[in-house]
């Protein structure tokens, strides 16, 4: 990897990102011997611009960013390092520095979305009257779209697919809401389970 440190007086921006869910955790910058103990011992070290040193990120904390991808961008003057987070990023206490809900996705921005109908009653949201059916009927219509999956998969009109396999998604995140949990306790079994 040829980093061109020259471009920013001896500095590299470094975006953070989660290797698991991509959401951008936070910024930071390197040299070239940041660079090289980030690589070393496999968890990111920056280049501190107030404390005017080396800085592993966690150093104090103990909320280390563990290197799972170390990527440069088109011009080599700019690091995208994915990681695994051993506890919030931020100093804050955050999971990023750019609050809980950026960059995150649009499924997430859609659940929030639901969540927003169902927790304000919204009258008028189909999303909300659904909800208010009990989770009986919400487990139902998931059931309904699962089968339309189903029946459309072994179809060949990629639309009519696409669609069903989008409502089955919608429902199922009415479902999640209905049940307590969120995309995210979902994520957590499904990492538990990479081996």
Known sequence: MNIDFTKGNGLVPVVIQNNTTLQVLMLGHMN?????KTQKEGKVTFYSRSKNRLWTKGEESGNFLWVKDIQIDCDNDTLLIKVTPEGPTCHKGTTSCFGEETSKGFLYSLESTISDRIDNDVETSYTNKLFKKGINKVAQKVGEEAVEVVIEAKDNNDELF??????????????????????????????????
Do not use: C, M, P
């Open 32 to 36: 070239n011997e940041a660079f090289t």
């Open 162 to 195: 696409k669609n069903e396999a989008a409502d089955l998604l919608y429902h199922y995140l009415i479902l999640l809401k209905a049940k307590g949990f969120t995309i995210t306790d979902i994520e957590e079994v499904l990492q538990s389970r990479v081996k």
